[in-house]
């Protein structure tokens, strides 16, 4: 593989997490900073470091002109958008190529046909995948009530682009639409750059699993089984493990096959995760496909031991799968927890400041993915996610316990952090029996105080 030099157009854990990965192929890494995070540590492990504007997202990881530019000034050859900001940002993308960059994600055009929720649920639709019941893409609060009418409560209110949980909002009345409406497109407007919004049928009681896959330029692809996401707050992802206890043997194949198929359609190339919600009798419903590396990917890797970061690199750079399906096997168990700077008595409010403390947990079966040390800044202007610990072991029972006591051997301090939220989920009855859905972590923790 040719030497490259890559600009990381993202930050904190997902950017050291990048660099690492560049590093050990051998290609230079430039962290792209603003000027709030000068001074933080992943800027500090990269080979060079390029300011892109001020503290503000829309002034600078969202600002595609400045990062292109800042990547031909630095004499990049390629650019990795990790997750969030630009990196499902089809005329980003598009940007970048058109610089004589290139682009580690998948083709602008997959990103526009499927990382756009409205076109990528047509795909699925068209390609026999199940999906649920929804509106066309939303831009006025007229427009939602009428569609909601139509579909019936309750519903989903859920971003057009992007994810992570930005934007969506359960919708149970008429009353309710009109006031998330507004709410949700101010959020995911400043979060994407793209403020469209449409409602989807809500499903009770369900299971969030999604399928991770890797496809190169020459027609090959793979999936990596699944991941269940389904204990969340307020929509967004909070716990997340590999494999799912709770889908059977039949709808793992099916969901793995439903996935490579809408890949194979739009001919996707690069890493992918595709998003399902699986029902208690087992049916399930494809929701979205994320165009880009994904915060969890870590417990996949666990399981599997491919290392999906370094794939996405090669694949961009013309190289080939560096495995074939029958070299997938899952290897035991995995579960991840997101250490966030918020507060779980004052309803999760951000707490930034600066990390006094940080002494993470060691020992067999033990991964700590972060940005930040010992003296690290935590932002106001962003994510507040400080790190993600992860367990792996023989089982899901033994990696319960593992990440259990993995919590109680983290100390941040500086920072009011959610590491006594995260280890009352794990304690949680319904999650150790895999019993648990995607509205258990919020009504469970509330009924018990």
Known sequence: ????????????????????????????????????????????????????????????????????????????????????FLAENEVFAQAVLDAGLIWIGPPPQCIGLMGDKSSALRVATGAGVPTLPRSGVLVSLDEALIEAEVLGYPLLLKANAGGGGRGIRPIVSPDALAVSFDQARAEVGAAFGDASLYLEKLLTGARHVEVQIICDSSGNSIHLYE???????????????????????????????????????????????????????????FIEMNTRVQVEHGVTELVTGVDIVREQIRIAHGQPLSLQQNDVALRGAAIEVRVNAEDPEMSFMGSPGTITV???????????????????MVQPFYDSLVCKILAHDVDRKAVIRRLKMALTQTDIQGVTTNLSFLGKALKLSSFQEGSHHTQTLESEIASAG
């Not at 002494?359 to 993915?369: K, T, W």
């Open 1 to 84: 593989m040719t030497l490259t030099r890559v600009l990381i157009a993202n930050r904190g854990e997902i950017a050291s997490r990048i660099i690492r990965a560049c590093q050990e192929l051998g290609h230079e890494t430039v962290a792209a900073f603003s000027e709030a995070d000068r001074n933080a540590r992943w800027v500090r492990e990269a080979d060079l470091a390029v300011c892109i504007g001020p503290p503000p997202a829309a002034k600078s990881y969202l600002n595609r002109k400045a990062v292109v530019q800042a990547a031909l000034d630095c004499g990049a050859t390629s650019v990795h958008p990790g997750y969030g």
């Open 227 to 285: 991941r269940d996401c389904s204990l969340q707050r307020r929509r967004q992802k909070v716990v997340e493990e590999a494999p799912s206890s709770f889908i059977n043997a039949v709808t793992r194949a099916e969901l793995a096959e439903a996935a490579l198929r809408l890949a194979g359609v739009v001919d996707y190339i690069s890493v992918g995760t595709v998003e399902f919600l699986v029902a208690q009798d087992q049916t399930f419903y």
């Open 358 to 376: 940080f002494e993470a947990p060691l020992g067999p079966g033990i991964r700590v993915d972060s940005g930040f040390g010992s003296g690290d």
